[in-house]
């Protein structure tokens, strides 16, 4: 049996059963990343000690009884933008190239309450901010599939690391596409949560009207099980949604028991496919596995068909004024005062600040604080930041719109497959449009989920994402399902070479 | 419409964000800049006269809570991430 390849359900139901312990389990992830991390470096920190004590542990207590839940034992990375108590967060970047967290992000304690294992830290674009891992200060993260290829960002090291078997299952975070665009990358699943649904505590603020926490995982039952782990309301985090206090008739979609969405049952389901998401800029090969997916929901029984979304071509400008706005001002934080890095020379405490913060930061995150600030500036305030807020509210109605016909939506999850490595950064615009149709689910703060639904010629995957309405988690959960039921499990990328 | 950028406006910028460019880096985000404005400028094919901005998709409001301490003292541990410190305080620059 080779452990690694296996889901992390799959895993923990093995552990329960005692037939595979803790520790091994730990053992067939650390030699994948042993054998393979030099090609893909999809970690920025691996901490072989405290994992493997903690293997001890949770051992322990699974032997004991005290430990029952379906990810009790399993292996896990965690995306470096979430706080995890003595073990170093950089976020990627150089500002926190020491930083040593006092406490956990909610959804690392709600992981490790359930008996998780913390391997380490994913790599990913510097604070979040990329498409591609490349702008992380500690390396880009290359496609497991295929070396010369990114592994999509900003999750591209938790993508990657999943896809590689260099852990079972991870967490990313997504505030423009940024678990489902690299989960597509790498042909695994990832799922953006309603905002509000997971606590955002511990996690590095981006762009925190935008910003979610979610599963990236093997298959759609992890992802499932993985949200019913980290989901829930939080105190906090002030943005986190009390969902057992929603009184919606809805029987039953609405519910955080997502695992019990997982049945094989599409029929009847209405699927809309935004017409003008298939234009110009979507890659002939992604269309085609995309329409694929459409059309094997038909033959499960879903009522498919076309329509106009409308505003499609506004979501990418509204997306990054936005972002850039909340990102000036979250990143304010970093000062070089209380921890991170702090420059070397510096005269009096204006220029050490302004110095920390020029040599702390990279290109792109100093390029989005500059817009950022440039955007909330009195005088630009108005033209830009509130008219970006505006167009946020006509993208929100036509979703509403949509949902009024359709359960869900059907669209690629990015217009090309992984992009060669070093293609990308020179023309940042381009490297935003690569996020088109997941930043606009963002800005509507639905749930998306992206599914591997095909690979290119090149032996690139190719996902399709599946759009839900708000606290819809289940429906998308039960229709990605029933797919992947019916096209059969994705590969992982060394059965599809044919290697070791 | 193509966005120009004057030096004042990215001095100011530049010092909203604290951030010290080199003369290059100064050029290359103004040019940065002016590309992101004139694509941002898009927004502007929208009527949105009578729509109001939309910060959050929920409603959100203040969370309130006693004001009673639940965490313990962990001053050792934050002391350990300060880049500077003496006698368990932070150093920084003279302020005033």
Request: proline share 4%; with cysteine.
């Amino acid at each position: 049996m080779d452990i690694w390849k296996l889901s992390a359900v799959e895993l923990g139901k093995k552990i329960k059963e005692k037939e595979v312990t803790v520790s091994e389990a730990l053992e067939a992830a650390l030699l994948q990343i042993e054998e393979k991390e030099a090609d893909y470096n999809c970690y920025i920190t691996v901490d072989r000690a405290a994992a493997r004590e903690r293997a001890q542990k949770v051992q322990k207590r699974i032997d004991s009884g005290e430990l029952t839940s379906a990810l009790a034992g399993v292996p896990v990375a965690v995306k470096d933008n979430m706080c995890t108590q003595g073990l170093l967060t950089t976020c990627g970047s150089k500002m926190l190239e020491n930083f040593v967290p006092t406490y956990s992000a909610e959804a690392v304690n709600r992981l490790e309450a359930a008996g998780a294992v913390i391997i380490g830290k994913t790599n990913m674009d510097e604070f979040a901010m990329g498409s591609t891992t490349e702008t992380s200060a500690y390396g880009a993260t290359k496609n497991p599939w295929k070396k010369e290829h990114v592994p999509g960002g900003s999750s591209g090291g938790s993508a990657a690391a999943v896809a590689a078997g260099e852990c079972f299952f991870a967490l990313g975070s997504d505030t423009g596409g940024s678990i489902r665009q690299p989960a597509s990358f790498c042909g695994i699943v990832g799922m953006k949560p309603t905002y509000g649904t997971v606590s955002r505590y511990g996690l590095i603020a981006y762009g925190s009207s935008l910003d979610q926490i979610g599963p990236m995982s093997r298959d759609v039952t992890d992802c499932a099980v993985i949200l019913e782990t980290i989901a829930g309301c939080d105190k906090k985090d002030s943005t986190s949604i009390d969902r057992k206090a929603l009184s919606m008739n809805d029987s039953g979609w609405t519910g955080m028991d997502f695992s019990a969405a997982l049945r094989e049952d599409v029929r009847g389901m209405r699927i809309g496919i935004p017409r003008d998401y298939f234009t110009d800029g979507l890659d002939d090969e992604v269309k085609a596995s995309v329409l694929g997916a459409a059309k094997t929901f038909e033959e499960c029984g879903a009522r498919v068909e076309e329509f106009d979304l409308s505003f499609v071509d506004y979501a990418v400008p509204a997306y990054y004024t936005i972002a850039a706005a909340e990102a000036s001002s979250n990143l304010e934080r970093f000062d070089g005062v209380k921890y991170g890095y702090r420059t070397a020379g510096y005269e009096d405490l204006h220029s050490m600040y302004r110095k920390t913060r020029s040599e702390g930061f990279g290109t792109e995150v100093k390029r989005r604080i500059m817009l950022g600030s440039f955007v909330l500036s009195s005088g630009y305030y108005d033209a830009y930041y509130l008219k970006a807020l505006r167009v946020k509210a006509l993208i929100k109605k036509a979703f509403d719109r949509a949902f009024e016909t359709y359960d869900l939506i059907l669209a690629p999850t990015a217009p090309t497959a992984a992009p060669r490595l070093g293609s990308s950064l020179s023309d940042p615009i381009q490297m935003y449009l690569s996020d088109v149709y997941t930043i606009s689910v963002n800005l509507a703060g639905l749930p998306g989920i992206t599914v591997p639904c095909g690979m290119t010629q090149a032996g690139l995957p190719v996902g399709v994402q599946l759009i839900g309405n708000c606290f819809m988690e289940k429906k998308l959960i039960q229709a990605a399902y029933t797919y992947e039921r019916a096209a059969g499990k994705f590969p992982v990328p060394s059965e599809r070479r044919g290697a070791k | 419409m193509a966005n120009v950028i004057c030096d004042e406006t990215m001095e100011s910028v530049a010092i909203l964000a604290k951030l010290a460019l080199s003369e290059e880096e100064k050029e290359q985000a103004r040019k940065d800049m002016e590309r992101m404005l004139d694509y941002i400028d898009k927004l502007n094919e929208l009527d949105t006269t009578d729509v109001e901005p939309m910060s959050h998709v929920f409603p959100v409001s203040n969370c309130f809570r006693e004001d009673i301490v639940s965490n313990g003292d962990g001053s050792a541990s934050l002391m350990a991430n300060a880049p500077e410190k003496r006698e368990n305080q932070l150093v920084v620059p003279k302020t005033i």
